[in-house]
């Protein structure tokens, strides 16, 4: 049995008691036996914070010489804060409370202190810091990182210097940070254990996400599509765009990376979503999907710009860029949609988008990643590069987006001329080729650890149904990615889970290719990393329950974040994620979870019933 799954009546009733506490009863407070962690009186500092639709939260930390003390201590300093009022602290269906106590602190080198540290490990939710100066000291607490929204070491640092009233003698980010590691303040690693309320309920949160998670099955699975994807078709806007970006914690949708430029867009992820529409009525037949869809590529196609060296070719501007991805992305969102409708209406900007994206392959079979960009020949239609601005403008996805754009148009779209097939045919063997043969070997130094190009991945996919055209070099690259991706993924089953739709998207790629040529040991293998990254995804996914820190939990719900620490919703963290899921259910090969004795007994007696 693991840690979530024991029995936490006795936590319960402590909540049930602060509960009361706070609504003005039981001044004789006292602590329940039976806790699952013990109050240690050096360092066991303790946080209560209250959560409430409309109501930003409150919180307060304290530590005295018993859990008692420090509760009741905390309890009053809550009851006197100005916004107390605000909260039905009484009704817990609308005041949540999180409880939060640290149980283990040990001192630390700052300097030394990261994710891939073994001796001094920090990942955001898990751990916390403790900052010494003189003689004041903060707290940045795990559950810090979720209610806080702060990312890392940097911000935290920053955020201690503020606290500690630090400056440093240069101005500066990079000045500031080395300063608060150049020993003027002691640190200590934290670890705590965090619980909270959810209406009778007491939750034990995971790097600040509810546990244990319900049992994985195919129709959980399913629910969870619908749900991510419908929250795209109730805020696509009356132009064609998705709400692009939404931050529960803040109720914004000024997206944290472009903080100056509240109407920031990107084409790449708005083809994105387009795709996960129609991909969603792949397997719920709504026309809903298809109807939201539309209406995407409509927007997508008034920021069209016609090929001044083809008439025939054009492409998608956004923000005085030509992306080779933004058109790459735009042609599978295209060819998605036709193959469910066969509306001729987008034959022609298909063949448009396949026609620009062959004319950018080099003859040595690179890309150029950029038709236009406002930082390289003033502005101007670029037709080549010398190879420092190739590194410059290096991008592992827009290749592998534009031949899967071009493969799955090929594959599709039956009224393609002969002529233009068999050009699209060469040009792409040549493109194929350099990027699994050559470009490694040309540009090591851009390459990272952990292959991340899951969109050259699906494009090989797709490439290698087309009689003639796959090679081994290209089975071989797919699936080395595709294991080199599962092993990292899954290397710790308690590694931080961020959002890796993206790249698992890679994996199943790999997946249906093995399965199509009858690798079966391949498939069986990349088809279980699949399923256990699916279910650590469901860690990022916004369910009632683990919404408690957004100003306005119902606009969330349904969706999946960044990471189970970044509470952000973006369209391509959606896009990603149900894409992945989609392939996942339609290989009818979801691994299920056990229904656990209670849920079955239950369900048996509903049966019998009905």
Not at 239 to 248: E, K, L, P
Not at 266 to 295: C, F, P, V, W
Not at 484 to 513: H, K, T, V, W
């Amino acid at each position: 049995m693991s840690y979530f799954e024991q029995d936490f009546t006795a936590e319960k009733v402590l909540l049930q008691r602060v509960r009361t506490l706070l609504s003005g009863g039981n001044e004789d407070f006292q602590i329940p036996d039976n806790l699952s962690f013990q109050f240690d009186s050096k360092y066991s500092r303790v946080c209560i914070s209250l959560f409430q639709e409309g109501q930003r939260f409150i919180r307060f930390n304290t530590h005295r010489s018993s859990l008692q003390s420090t509760i009741k201590r905390i309890a009053e300093r809550l009851k006197n804060h100005s916004r107390f009022a605000d909260f039905e602290v009484r009704d817990e269906n609308k005041t949540r409370i999180l409880f939060e106590m640290i149980t283990e602190e040990k001192a630390c080198d700052i300097n030394k202190v990261s994710f891939s540290s073994k001796r001094y490990a920090f990942e955001p939710g898990i751990n916390g810091l403790k900052a010494s100066y003189g003689d004041k000291t903060r707290y940045f607490l795990p559950t810090d990182a979720v209610v806080k929204q702060i990312k890392g070491i940097p911000d935290i640092l920053q955020l201690f210097a503020q606290k500690l009233k630090i400056q440093a003698p240069k101005r500066g980010k990079k000045a500031l940070l080395e300063h608060m590691k150049s020993g003027i303040v002691e640190y200590k690693l934290l670890k705590s254990v965090a619980f909270v309320t959810y209406q009778d309920q007491l939750l034990p949160l995971l790097r600040g996400y509810p546990m244990p998670l319900p049992p994985f099955s195919k129709q959980s699975l399913y629910q969870s599509i619908v749900n991510s994807v419908d929250w795209l078709v109730n805020t696509i806007r009356d132009n064609g765009q998705f709400t692009y970006f939404y931050n529960g914690i803040e109720d914004s949708t000024t997206d944290l990376n472009h903080p100056n430029d509240p109407d920031f867009y990107n084409m790449l992820r708005h083809a994105g979503a387009t795709i996960a529409l129609s991909m969603t009525y792949e397997i719920s037949h709504d026309k809903k999907y298809l109807q939201a869809a539309r209406k995407a590529i409509d927007y997508s196609l008034s920021v069209f710009a016609s090929d001044p060296n083809d008439n025939q070719a054009c492409y998608p501007m956004c923000a005085n860029k030509a992306k080779l991805g933004g058109a790459g992305i735009t042609l599978v969102a295209f060819v998605k949609y036709y193959m469910h409708t066969q509306d001729e209406s987008l034959l022609e900007p298909m063949q448009g988008l396949a026609r620009h994206i062959i004319s950018r392959i080099q003859d040595n079979g690179e890309f150029l990643s950029y038709y236009i960009h406002p930082a390289y020949n003033e502005g101007q239609p670029i037709q080549e590069m010398e190879d420092e601005a190739r590194k410059r403008f290096f991008s592992f996805y827009y290749p592998g987006e534009a031949m899967l754009g071009v493969g799955l148009y090929y594959n599709n779209v039956k009224s393609i001329d002969a002529q233009f097939k068999q050009d699209i045919y060469s040009k792409c063997k040549r493109a194929m080729d350099f990027l699994v043969e050559v470009r490694p070997q040309k540009y090591p130094e851009l390459f990272q650890k952990v292959p991340n190009d899951a969109w050259l991945m699906q494009s090989i996919e797709e490439w290698v149904k087309v009689d003639g055209f796959a090679k081994q070099s290209y089975y071989d690259f797919l699936f080395k990615d595709g294991k080199a991706i599962s092993d990292y993924m899954l290397q710790r089953e308690d590694s931080p889970s961020i959002n890796i739709g993206a790249r698992a998207e890679g994996i199943i790629a790999a997946y249906y290719a093995a399965e199509a040529i009858g690798e079966t040991e391949i498939a069986d293998e990349l088809i279980g990393s699949i399923n256990k990254s699916v279910k650590g995804l469901m860690k990022t996914y916004h369910t009632p329950e683990s919404t408690y820190a957004h100003l306005y939990p119902k606009k969330s719900i349904g969706t999946f974040s960044f990471r189970m620490t970044e509470q952000w919703i973006r369209i391509d963290t959606i896009q990603h994620t149900a894409v992945l899921l989609i392939r996942l259910y339609l290989s009818g090969r979801v691994q299920e979870d056990p229904i656990p004795p209670i849920q079955a007994a239950k369900k048996k007696a509903g049966e019998a019933v009905n």
